[in-house]
């Protein structure tokens, strides 16, 4: 495997990823960018762009001398600087551009707009500083903006960054970036490569709300899809970022698989599957499951997986409340890694709005060997696949925070273990696995074992449920259901259903394992 592949999804620019943390301490000063002519300009108009683009044959962007783009690497493009006395303040939002790179070969348009105008920031390259070696000197007369990034107005960190393909992403309410999001996935998980649907242009906008929030505009193309895009993006510091989210889709071409709205993450392993690696940290993850709020209100949780295969699971539902990547797991203690916090990494959740129909949420896993790799993408998909010509309209609120809105009515999923099968003492079987799951909230709180609480399982086919059952755990008011899941070979992958349940009504969410049962080795 290797992190320069398509396939691994956001891996391709998980290297100047890391810059966005990059603290900076001068203050922003009044500067007035170098603007191309006014043009009239509304998400109308862009609209209308991409509709026109959507009917004309997709040209990827020639590339100029594409060898000594390839020369700017990791390390040299960590050394070209932002001039911050060039920061561009878009209302109270101080914004701040990339410069291209191996990563970021294709240039993208950035424009500012005030009063139904757009005009374009023209690239020069005293924006930036360098090494007098850097190999960034040999592009600066050809070189543009690679995305762009917006800061805190205390200019010492970004909250939210634009950078490669449609890739996009905050830091959440505890400053610390994770997972990403994207405009739009195309074919994800199939047997070919994948499409990267790239945001081409930018448009900034004032926001006319308190705040360093700022309105962001963009024209997507890809060789099956033009579309327009209006991000209303707000930031409050300590709680986390909040994005409204307006597509217009036109398709030139149809599309086997269409991701809306498309989450992207890191699950190498965690107290679930501590097995799969060999690393001095008990968990590795920017999130650990996917959460799922139904059309009918029935909560899910699905411990993520790092799969022996490529493996899509499928949510099939109408209309669904909400989804996302969830990092639920915010403690310190169980990753040690006080380099990089994965305890501290943003939740992203996606709440639909209007009519998005029938379809399914699917989560594609990846296998991965270590925690550079992207292997965990989310999102919608359609059951009305789009055809050649076709237009579709999404909107969503993508909320970035710590956890998924709170469940007051149902105890949630605190840990997912898996452990040798059998009873400790006797010979232990090698054809099954113990499980254990965890729950916490109002719901469970305060019962006993004379309060009739059951566990409700359900397997497919290929195994079979032996000696379930649920305890309170003692010095707490959590509960804990346990059962060993048997294989009869028959199955690679197995799905299990559950929930604990007084007198047949649910008390907790529904928890969804997926078991592959050549990961488990005989014992």
Known sequence: MTNRSPARLSLLFLPVFALFAVPVAVAA????????????????????????LSQKPFEPYPVAHPELFDAIDYDAHWKIMFRKDHTVDVGDAPVQFFHQGR??????????????????VLYSADYFTMPEDSPAKAVEDFAGWAGFRVMRPDMKTDWISFLGASYFRTDGPDRQYGLSARALAVDTGLARPEEFPRFTSFYLEKDDKPGDG?????????KSVAGAYRIEAENEDGEGQVLHITSRLFFREAVERLGVAPLTSMYWY?????????????????????????????????????????????????????????????NFDHYQDDGVFYNRRASAWVEPEGDWGKGAV???????????????VAYWLPEDLPEA???????????????APP???????????????????????????????????????????????????????GAEIINAYAMPIVGTDDWRMTYDLKFDGTADTIDVRAYLAEDGEPLTETWLGQFHPGQFAPH
């Open 29 to 52: 000063q009044d500067f007035e960018p170098a603007l191309g002519p006014a043009e009239p300009f509304s998400f109308e108009t862009l609209a209308e762009e991409a509709k026109a």
């Open 103 to 120: 990563y970021f070969k294709e240039p993208v348009t950035i424009s500012l707009v005030e009063d139904g105008e757009a005009r374009e």
């Open 214 to 222: 700022i309105v962001i505009y963009a024209l997507l193309d890809s």
């Open 270 to 330: 965690s107290e679930t599957h501590r097995n799969m690696a060999f690393d001095w940290r008990p968990e590795v993850h920017d999130s650990d499951g996917l959460e799922v709020v139904t059309g009918s209100g029935e909560q899910i949780w699905r411990p993520l997986n790092n799969p022996p295969r490529v493996v899509t699971s499928s949510f099939f539902d109408e209309n669904p409340e909400g989804f996302g990547l969830i990092q639920r797991d915010r």
């Open 362 to 376: 699917q989560l594609v896993e990846l296998p991965s060997d270590d925690e550079i790799y992207d292997n965990i």
């Open 389 to 403: 010509g076709d237009e579709r309209d999404f909107s969503y609120t993508l909320t970035w925070a710590a956890t």
């Open 407 to 461: 469940n007051e009515r149902l105890a949630e999923t605190t840990a997912s273990r898996i452990g040798r099968g059998g009873v400790p003492g006797q010979p232990r079987p090698g054809d099954q696995v113990k499980v254990v799951v965890d729950f916490s909230g109002p719901a469970v709180e305060g019962l006993t074992v004379d309060d009739g609480v059951e566990p409700e399982i359900s397997v497919g086919s």
